[in-house]
């Protein structure tokens, strides 16, 4: 294959090499949404696995199609092994999805005594916050994934990699984010206003806050209602034992991402829009010093048709009176071409599978690579094959 | 470009919520629907809530802040307001309007209670961008939220998170208000509950005509429903016209093109004709023809919904303020000029 203008500036980000390679042990899929990061983690992982990899995929949040294109009917909070795979190689796939309420109720039930646990898990205000409260996904999917690792490479989970899909989040990365703003609440002042007046009966609160703590206390109940607040207190209280070591976890499992052995690959498809986002991504990981490998192109479209350029392709059906010449544009951009030639290589085994059928041509991986790259050039690189 | 169901209660709505699977457009639409409202000199406020300066981006305007900024004045007199929805100056705001807190406001600061209530607690972010969106919707001319002004806005559009959490984002309230059991953030959560829940409030969905945004769209549908909620139009957004006639494309789909005739036509345009070139193409006619049967097996799916569905054409440019008033333009039909003949 001819190496287009990508190939010149940006070296190939191989796929390959970083899944055959037995010291990558996670790959992190992140993107925004509708790129595919799903998919691609999908995709990723099963490639892995028939190149004999024993993987684990974590996703998110998938579409009922995604589990279906896997062979499962149905995937839930424990990794369930993918069968329909070619195992010559002597690899295995499990795969599961991240049931948030459910992890958080095992990390209550794991780390608080047994009487504590069920006061807990009763708490009308847990009830909302292990279900709905903004950021719980982000910390569920560090815990989870701090869980796959720690028991990797028994008989029942003998993963050796781990690729992860990112929840769809509000901003860029903000499970990267999940264990600092965890921390800045625990060691704030608030969590301690509401701990301590049923710690020390409210007299070593008021010693430690002035008074203060008076009127901030009583303009809670004015706005919140003084149910809710003694909920909210409770919950806090009977979390507090083990607060603690749901940071160090999230703190170990924020090391476990930053190290040699853990790979950030950043999805995108070839859209103005995602590139943008692609590129907030790459700065934000590059700021956060996390060890990003390269930069997913997904629906690169095909061409099948060689032997004529893009543009003079373009020229022609402006000068053309087919069909063709009167649209506004050709389905296929422009680009397809030029960017078919950047594709390392059409990964068919991998994506046919968890690609939906019919439409779009299966997914490629581009052949981008940014090596100390900023988001500029990996958008550049991209870019350069739409010219 | 509409089919299905035309004659839905438009005129009524006040707050268009726009959502839609991550990638199909819900930026451009929300703000092309809320140029087409502000065609008839009308005031429209466009909100987002999650912080992405979408909209500022597409219409190459500064980052909008916490303030309600004018983005766009039309020669008619219609104008559209930007504003960024975010939750700790919602809550400040809520605080210094309804409680008068002054000092005792300062204080929670502090304390860290602002940011345990908008970035940990359940719901209460949600909680407090929909409740500025309230408040902005109650609002008269004068600035206040009672009396016989007019209204501040006309009409209101909110570029809304993904539908995969749509319905959890719209009621959220009424789960606060389970929660809070008693007090006035329970009043307050039913007050919204009941304007969301109200022929003033449609929830549109701005899809592609691919499988995954179409499935979900679906799912979303229903979950409204169950929601009590109202859904409004269904967009499908980046739609291309097939370049090939009905004819043709059942040729392409049988590999049955004619060879011969693509041969001559390529060489009379000039262009070095090898087998690898025509079956090329006559391998890319065949995935076309397959993508439009795709297309067209999801449009009948959103059919069956028995909701409008408005198509809006795939800008070749990408999109930009220009494009998005081309958008606009394609809208007003659909959702203004119905409003004036209910109206008149």
Redesign the interface.
Known sequence: MTPGPVARNAPALDIDALIGDPETSIIVCCGAGGVGKTTTAAALGLRAAESGRQVVVLTIDPARRLAQSLGLTELDNTPRRVTDIDTSEGGSLHAMMLDMKRTFDEVVLAHAEPDKAEQILANPFYLAVSSSFAGTQEYMAMEKLGQLRAVAGTVDAPWDLIVVDTPPSRSALDFLDAPNRLGSFLDGRFIRLLTAPAKAGGRAGLKVFGVGVQLVTSTMTKILGGQMLTDVQTFVNALDTMFGGFRERADETYRLLSEHGTAFLVVAAPERDALREASFFVDRLEADRMPLAGLVVNRIGRVSATGITPSRALSLAASSRTPVARSRRPTRPASSGSMRRSCARPSDSASSRSASHGHTPAYRWCRCRLSGATSTTSTACVRSGTR | MTTGRTDPPWDRVRLHVVTG????GKTTVASALALALASTASRVLLCEV???QGIS?TFDVPPLGTDETRIVRLPGGGEVIGLSIEPKAALLEY?QLF?K?G???K??E????I??AT????????VLLIGKIYEANRRRRDGRHKGDAPPAYDALVLDA??T??IG?FLS?NA?VAD????????SQAGAITRLLESDQTVVHLVTLL????V??TLEAIDELHGKGLLPGAIIVNMV??P???DL?LDQARAGRLHKASIRA?LTE????V?P??V???L??AR??A??V???REQLALLEATGLPIVQL??L?E??DSGSVRELADLLVPIFVEHVERAGS
Do not use: S
């Open positions: 699977k991550g990638g199909t999650e912080g992405r981006q605080l409680y807190l000092r005792a406001g204080l929670l502090r304390f860290g209670a940011d345990f970035t940990i607690a359940p719901g209460v972010r949600d998170p993904p995969g959490r959890r959220v789960e929660l809070a059991r008693v007090g006035p953030i329970h691919e499988e995954m945004p499935q979900e291309r016209e370049l090939l006639d043709a036509q345009a000039g262009v070095r090898t690898e070139l079956n090329g193409l391998e890319e995935d076309h397959q993508r049967d795709l297309e054409p795939a070749p990408g999109v």
